[in-house]
């Protein structure tokens, strides 16, 4: 029996794909309607209820997440009672913002340059070292661009404080990168420490959310060193599952923004485009298997639903479109399902999110991705 803490929809997923490998789940998460609990039983409760997570460690032989916010010291409880992995010490760093930087800084990894930032002092200096435009992010707990502020000119400086610094939070500033990609390397590590990553994913964030993924990015020159970045990285946490590894390309410079300790949203392309999806290949590292294939079949696109779901049938009209619906409630910036589109070769694939964009009504969120595929040069499987 595997352990989820956390039910969304990677949960879902993630139970979705280990039923063929005779796998069985039990999720933990705090809404009573988190989408996981429609494949796999789902227990209420907080994180820190320590009686629950008694249950919950009674009920399952491995635990993994779907969230990396899980409070630490309810992960390391949990791991002093059955194997949690990834292990508590690495999710750990990666829940920092500040800390994760220093540990990319400590391999050799570039980054966009950092400064801690604790009081309106520390921000005003940030600013002068650092420069603008720049990001103030806050250290903890933020995700898909929650806890962010811009700052373009020092007026922002009042703005971004009472936004985010008033309240006593853990703040990092860093210089505002005008890269000319965004990519990601979705790595798996195995308990044996055997290392396997999937092409490198190009993505383009709306509203820092993921709106598009392509994969193979047609940005290969930089898939060698992204992915060595990743194997580093891995290594130094003793990582044990999947993981992404997103980093911003500007020129000939790859810098590392974030590490993600669980699959991603950038990966769910593998699911249909790859030989193992991210989601098989977590469980078999987590559970001590062998790793699975973890190349391309073809030429892969991901369209992210974020607010509102387009209509499931015009989509699905066009025969080769792969649909999934997490079945969560609409809300603005939630992400309610995504799909995915293979083929042969970038012309061809152009071609599919041509017409799927014009279905769904989705020519605006396409049009990025299209772009690159009209400008990569031609390529085929
Ligand atoms: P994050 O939550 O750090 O992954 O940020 C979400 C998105 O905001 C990223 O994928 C980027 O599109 C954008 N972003 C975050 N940090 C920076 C930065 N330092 N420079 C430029 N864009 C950024």
Known sequence: MVGILGGGQLA???????????????????AADACAGDVAPLMQADFTDLGALARFADAVDVATFDFENVPAASAEWLAERLPVFPAPAALAITQDRLAEKHAFAALGIDTPTFAKVDSREELVSAVAAIGLPAILKTRRLGYDGKGQFRLRSPR??????????????????????????EVSVIG??????????????????????LSLSLAPSGLESLEARAVAYARAV??????????ALELFVHGDRLLANEMAPRV????HWTIEGAVCSQ??????AVLGLPLGDTSARGFCAMVNFVGELPDRAAALAQAAVHWHEYGKVARPARKLGHATLCARSCEALAGAVTQLASRIDRDGQCAPLLAALGESPSRER
Do not use: C, K
Request: without cysteine; hydrophobic residues 45%.
């Open 279 to 284: 989601f098989e290949n977590h469980l078999r």
């Open 156 to 181: 922002d400086i009042d703005t971004a404080w009472a936004q985010l610094g008033s309240t006593g939070t853990a703040l990092i500033l860093e210089a505002w990168v005008p890269f000319d990609a």
């Open 264 to 267: 991603h949203n950038s990966g």
């Open 188 to 209: 798996v590590r195995a308990r044996d420490g055997e290392f396997r990553a999937y092409p490198l994913t190009r993505n383009w964030h709306a509203e820092g959310i």
């Open 12 to 30: 879902r997923m993630l139970a979705l794909s280990g039923s063929p490998l005779g796998l069985r789940f039990r999720v933990l998460d705090s």
């Open 234 to 243: 891995a290594d130094r946490f003793e990582y044990v599952g999947v993981f």
